[in-house]
């Protein structure tokens, strides 16, 4: 009698984990292509990659064809020296307690719905034009009149470009849907590349401190842009810095977890079946956190999502891309902060993060997601720090770019108008003067040191120098754009998360989840904060840096040698 009653708890207990396998009902009827089309029935190209980018205002092309806008405004170096500056050491943090965790999502979902490159990447175009940039006089780094960088100008539609009427249109060559092509790529041949086509998993590297992305194959971009090994994922700028690289590895175990559980809860799926089902789900864990976590933790409020809306053509406009979304830029400080398992602090300055895998190959991934949850980011503000404004990808004068001037000339490669005429055209009203853009002292004497007036505002430079509206990171013009972009990304969306009838009995769960849940079920982190997009102070405390290990030992030491020589002396004096 008492072995039945055992066994009948004993059942009880098991049942419902082998009766409500969280994927066991699960079935697969449409997925994102890998190029992006066939999402709107009626527009089957709308989202293709390859596509050009979105018009939200008019072009300014000084030529009305293809020759840069705002080209009566200063020389570019000139205003990242008076404007952008950041002085290393000066640290002016995020006023709402934004992590790093914050910037590096950002970066992470932008490659994965824009990218314009330059025809650097691409061989057969070498001979497209390059900008100039000319040195001014007093440069920290460079002569006067010396070219400090020659910049490519963006790939564009060879079609576009020969009249007033048909202006130049640069391309984006992702998918604009949040698809997570950043993690399986914008083509079948990548996605091939990137699977074992066993179980439904993507291939890694194994590592003692978890799995890490696969390699890159011999003689691809990504290998020729590293020293040592460098790896590979959907997009070719995962090994741009070790934060983009920790973040997309942790979506690769994630993948590999959920189609782990799919097939233990349907033994029967093929591997074609579990690896398109494991996206889905991973895919709509990104749109999640993106929606639910990430856009709220810049203070932008969206409007409620109400169904899908096959009207609206997803692409990304040429503001986000190349103007308000590269707020980040400036979010970005002097170093990355990197904490073991026993809670210690490293710092790794910025630059040497920029394509050098070989610190995620001897460190894993979990001190780098810990260290961007823990370390408070930089205001989004106009200053840049010098590991990007002189130190990009290399030191001055040896190739090092500054992302301030990289940010200014692209939006006139683009032909965006300047920063009056965006606000006009997008409904705002027009500034008349500085003080109406920011009221802190030292942003107003920047910018009329460097403009002679406010209608000669490069956008960017407009955009981060706005005064913060309430409770949000952002100035008004800047929180337009980006919320303009992500409804569109989110409303013309027919396979968005929320729209999608696979997912329905998964929905609430997704929408639950946050990323300090993909975080915990992917590495060893202890006491992940519920949000890791803003610090948690009680957890940061508690973190003791090398200084300040280095410090207490020497305090050890001290008090131990003082005691021998009281010990010694007060010996001496009883003799
Ligand atoms: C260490 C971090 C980062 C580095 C080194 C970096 C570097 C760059 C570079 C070199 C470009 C191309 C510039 C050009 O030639 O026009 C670029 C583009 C861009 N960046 Fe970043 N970036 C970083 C972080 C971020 C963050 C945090 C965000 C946003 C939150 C961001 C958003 C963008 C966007 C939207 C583009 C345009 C992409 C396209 O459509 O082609 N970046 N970045």
Redesign the pocket.
């Known amino acids: 009698m008492k072995k039945i009653v055992i066994l009948t708890i004993g059942l009880l207990i098991l049942l419902p984990s082998f009766a409500l396998g969280q994927y066991q009902s699960i079935s697969l009827s449409d997925s994102y292509s890998f190029n992006g089309s066939n999402n709107n029935k009626e527009n089957l190209e709308w989202g293709e990659a390859n596509l050009t980018l979105r018009r939200l205002v008019n072009q300014a092309y000084s030529d009305g064809v293809s020759e840069l806008s705002n080209s009566g405004s200063p020389n570019v170096r000139v205003i990242s020296n008076t404007i952008c500056d950041q002085q290393p050491g000066l640290n002016i943090i995020d006023e709402r307690n934004l992590s790093d965790m914050n910037?590096a999502w950002?970066?992470f979902i932008?490659h994965d719905i824009?990218?314009?490159p330059?025809a650097v990447f691409d061989t057969r175009l070498q001979s497209l034009e390059r900008i100039q940039i000319i040195a001014p006089e007093n440069d920290q780094y460079y002569r006067e009149n010396q070219t400090m960088m020659s910049v490519f100008r963006s790939l564009y539609d060879v079609r576009t470009g020969l009249s007033r009427e048909n202006s130049r249109e640069q391309i984006n060559t992702v998918t604009p849907w949040l698809d997570g092509s950043v993690v399986y790529g914008t083509s079948e041949q990548r996605v091939n590349e990137l699977r074992t086509f066993e179980g439904g998993k993507l291939i890694t590297t194994e590592h003692d401190n978890g799995d890490l992305l696969r390699l890159a194959p011999v003689n691809s971009i990504e290998e020729q842009r590293v020293r040592g090994l460098a790896f590979f994922s959907g997009d070719i700028r995962a090994n741009?810095?070790i934060a983009l690289t920790a973040v997309n590895t942790l979506f690769v175990r994630e993948h590999n977890r959920i189609a782990e559980e799919i097939l233990n809860d349907n033994p029967e799926f093929s591997d074609e079946e579990i690896f398109q089902m494991a996206r889905k789900i991973n895919t709509a864990i990104i749109q999640s956190i993106t929606y639910n976590e990430f856009i709220p933790s810049l203070g932008i409020e969206l409007e409620p999502y109400v169904e899908y809306d096959k009207s609206v053509d997803p692409q990304i406009s040429h503001l986000f891309?190349?103007v308000a979304?590269?707020i980040?830029?400036s979010?970005?400080g002097e170093q990355f902060v990197i904490v073991n398992e026993t809670d210690i602090k490293q710092t790794i300055p910025m630059q040497e993060g920029?394509f050098n895998p070989s610190i995620i190959q001897k460190h894993g991934i979990d001190s780098i997601i810990k260290g961007l949850f823990v370390t408070k980011q930089q205001a989004s503000d106009i200053y840049y720090h010098d590991s990007?404004r002189n130190f990009?990808f290399g030191e001055p004068q040896r190739g090092g770019l500054d992302?301030c001037v990289?940010d200014i000339i692209?939006a006139r490669d683009h032909g965006i108008p300047d920063y009056n005429t965006i606000r006009k055209e997008i409904g705002l009203i027009p500034v008349t003067e500085f003080d109406e853009i920011n009221s802190d002292q030292e942003v107003i004497r920047r910018l009329s040191q460097t403009y002679r007036n406010v209608d000669e505002l490069d956008p960017i430079i407009g955009i981060l120098a706005e005064e913060h509206i309430e409770d949000s990171t952002l100035g008004e013009t800047g929180y337009y754009i980006i919320k303009e972009q992500f409804e569109r990304t989110r409303d013309g969306d027919r396979l968005f998360y929320l729209n999608d009838p696979d997912l329905e009995d998964l929905r609430e769960d997704i929408s639950n989840t946050r990323l300090s849940d993909v975080i915990e079920r992917n590495t060893r982190i202890d006491n992940v904060p519920d949000n890791v997009f803003f610090v948690s102070e009680i957890k940061n405390n508690n973190l003791r840096t090398d200084n300040q290990i280095s410090f207490a030992y020497i305090a050890v030491f001290l008090i131990v040698v003082f005691a021998i020589y009281a010990q010694q002396k007060s010996s001496r004096i009883s003799k």
């Open positions: 910037w950002g970066q932008s824009d990218f314009t330059t741009e810095n891309s190349v979304f590269r980040g830029h979010q970005i920029f990007i990009l992302l990289l692209r």
